[in-house]
């Protein structure tokens, strides 16, 4: 074979074999993890296939105070997330959320796999999938820890969308693999309870947050679970319990209450948490959210004999309404190698703050070395004083050294309202004897000078009689938050009926969740009309015919505005060719609390006239209205043309005179072939 021809053989194997390698290479290496991270922590999530959307939470500087908790783990997961895991319950059939797994988490149940991500979108990791009907969007975001202020928690949330014809039952699981750095089976601390062994905790068990630390005096890494602050959704239930029975069980199981965080079928220590929530019906086209916190625990530390641990969010709002309690944890440890006797923790509080209930020394008794034990308080903002206030608790012993450890909390003051009402002063009466501008805009300028958002802001229309809202607002409007600093505005339109006149009040009073009402009021000018006799409608066109009959045809005779009215005689003439008079009804201005009033004529009718309608209201008061109805006439088509309706006004008396000034507005009917 000749060299060349060998050399290129040679050559076309090589090539071969090197796009075969790099083939099996591409396919076997997996792809990049989804990952963010800030100064405090990092969010992994696993981009898949399998467990694809399972997730992990790492520090990348955890507490600034504190050096020891800098690049640890507070969610378990290798490169690839996939031990903590999400389900869905659907009409009574558990999935879990994101790609399929081989591994123990999550094995026994379908899984519902991802139609989008996961991706980062700004600062959260975003992925969707779907059971069926149901839409499951899981975005695990940067979050603002409520006991820190800082952003040092993931914020984890499901958004659950029924995209189908029909309602479903929807339920949902989440599972978090906890695990502080290396130490894989450290208490729980929830409420007054150190949790070392399988818990549930429901109602009012529920705590607010959940926090897991190894040592007072030497801690490595403090994690917390936040169930409730705003924005966050609290679940129906929490279990604390070991890893591989929650692994094992995508949804309800024989929870094995008292037993320890030993693993399931093994012999390590090792904890988890899920929270539930329960089923409810998700009607077609609804979605509901749900989300919690987990990150670092905001812990204020004393190390000593007695070391101390003091916790509580950094930041809470006075509701003016509603004060609302906040839980105050302490944590106390016997660092020292003696009992400590005679055990008390004491509660110090600044102006502004009050204990809901209890007493603010609790006593412990024995605190064997090591030990460690906790007390839960119920505090409240008293709006005596806002602003950066401090909590203190201090330990006391027969035997051993006090100590004290402090934490300052930031009460911010309620939504302060105020309200700007803007409307003209007067309005004028043109020639035509008619209000301008009417309707009239009002507007009221609504601001937040407080350090609070003002939620579910409402603000409200007061008019004075004679004064109504044009039909395109209503008299109370809403926004559903004002932040602080910021304004809003409000607009209505207002018409005047000209009755009553005067300086005519007109308020807006303005309230928002947590924040005292705050109001402004205005007066506008309304001069008096000129009394009107109306034809009303002023200006009709009919066909000839309806339906093969002929048109009728109801006229009303108005007084606009009807001032101490006690009567009137009035003539209407029309054009016999067009029009002819089939009855007279009287108005409300001759009827009196389902009364008629006498006496009360008719009228008499002439070819082109009806002269003398109308009565007297002499055994009932006088009248007074922005508009009355002074009578009815019903005409019937007879001939194709216009007919002017003409009023004269024969008598019109109004209380204590004989004849009211007044004019006269006629109208027309015009009556078109029938088609």
């Known amino acids: 074979m000749p060299a060349n021809k060998a050399s290129a053989i040679l050559l076309l194997i090589f090539g071969v074999l090197l796009i075969f390698f790099v083939t099996v290479a591409q396919a076997e290496t997996p792809a990049p993890i989804v990952a963010l991270q800030n100064e405090f922590i990092r969010i992994r999530v696993n981009p898949g296939p399998n467990e694809a959307g399972r997730f992990a939470v790492d520090t990348t500087g955890g507490d600034p105070s504190r050096s020891t908790d800098d690049n640890k783990v ?41 139609t989008d991500g996961p991706r980062v979108a700004g600062d959260s990791v975003i992925g969707t999938a779907r059971a069926g009907d149901i839409e499951i969007t899981q975005e695990i975001a940067f979050a603002r820890s409520p006991t820190t202020r800082v952003n040092d928690a993931a914020r984890i949330s499901y958004r659950i969308t029924n995209r189908g014809p029909r309602e479903h ?26 949790v070392d062994k399988a818990t549930q905790l429901a109602g009012a068990d529920l705590p607010d947050f959940w926090q897991a630390f190894d040592s007072l005096s030497q801690p490595a890494v403090i994690s917390q679970g936040t169930l409730r602050a705003p924005g966050l959704t609290p679940p129906d239930r929490l279990e604390m319990a070991d890893w591989g029975t929650f692994a094992d069980s995508p949804w309800e199981f024989p929870f094995p209450s008292g037993a320890d965080f030993t693993r399931r079928g093994e012999e390590a220590q090792d904890t988890a948490v899920t929270l539930y929530w329960s089923p409810r019906p998700l009607a077609p086209g609804d979605s509901r959210t749900y989300s919690t916190l987990y990150g670092v625990g905001g812990v204020s530390l004393s190390p000593a004999q007695l070391s101390l641990g003091l916790t509580a969010p950094a930041e809470v709002d006075f509701h003016y309404d509603e004060p609302r ?25 600044s102006e502004g703050l009050a204990l809901a209930e209890g007493s603010t020394t609790v006593s412990l008794g024995l605190l064997q070395p090591k030990q460690t034990r906790q007390v839960v308080w ?75 958002t003002a939620r579910n802001l409402v603000a409200t229309l007061d008019l004075a009689e004679g004064l109504v809202i044009a039909p395109d607002r209503p008299a109370m409007q809403m926004a559903e938050r004002l932040d602080p600093g910021k304004t809003i505005a409000f607009t209505w339109s207002v018409k005047a009926l000209g009755l009553p006149t005067g300086a005519l009040p007109i308020s807006v009073k303005a309230t928002a969740a947590g924040a005292k009402p705050s109001s402004d009021k205005r007066s506008v000018v309304v001069p008096r009309l000129t009394t009107e006799v109306r034809v009303h409608p002023a200006d009709q066109v009919v066909p000839a015919l309806t339906d093969g009959q002929p048109t009728l045809i109801p006229v009303a005779v108005k007084l606009v505005p009807a001032r101490d009215f006690l009567g009137a005689r009035v003539s209407l003439t029309f054009d016999p060719a067009v029009l002819e008079p089939l009855y007279v009804s009287r108005g ?13 004529s008719a009228g008499r009718v002439s070819p082109e006239a009806i002269t003398g309608i109308g009565g007297v209201r002499d055994d009932a008061p006088a009248l007074s209205s922005a508009e009355v109805n002074l009578f009815t006439v019903v005409f019937m088509v007879k001939g194709v043309g216009e ?23 006629n109208g027309k009917i015009t009556v078109r072939p029938a088609e």
């Open 325 to 349: 309690p906040f839980a105050v944890v302490a944590y106390v440890e016997n660092s020292g190698g003696f009992d400590s006797r005679g055990t008390k923790l004491s509660l110090g509080l």
């Open 74 to 114: 507070l969610i378990y997961g290798s490169r690839e997330p996939w031990t903590s895991f999400t389900t869905v319950l659907v009409d009574g059939a558990p999935q879990v959320f994101g790609g399929p797994t081989s591994r123990r988490a999550g094995l026994s149940a379908p899984a519902t796999n991802l």
């Open 378 to 452: 119920r505090v409240l903002p008293t709006g005596k004083a806002t602003g950066t206030l401090q909590i203190t608790v201090t330990v006391a012993s027969d035997n051993l050294e006090p100590n004290s450890v402090s934490r300052d909390i930031v009460v911010n003051s309620p939504p302060q309202l105020t309200v700007n009402l803007s409307a003209p002063e007067r309005l004028e009466v043109t020639a035509d004897n008619a209000y301008v501008p009417n309707p009239f805009r009002v507007t009221a300028e609504i601001s937040n000078r407080g350090a609070q």
């Open 169 to 194: 039952l929807v339920g949902l699981r989440v599972m978090l693999d906890t695990m502080l750095g290396s130490n894989d089976g450290a208490p729980l601390r929830a409420g007054s309870q150190a």
């Open 643 to 665: 007919s002017p309706i003409t009023v004269e006004v024969e008598s019109l008396a109004a209380e204590g005179k004989h004849q009211t000034p007044h004019r006269v507005v």
């Open 588 to 600: 409300e201005a001759f009827v009196e609390a389902g009364r008629l009033l006498s006496p009360w």
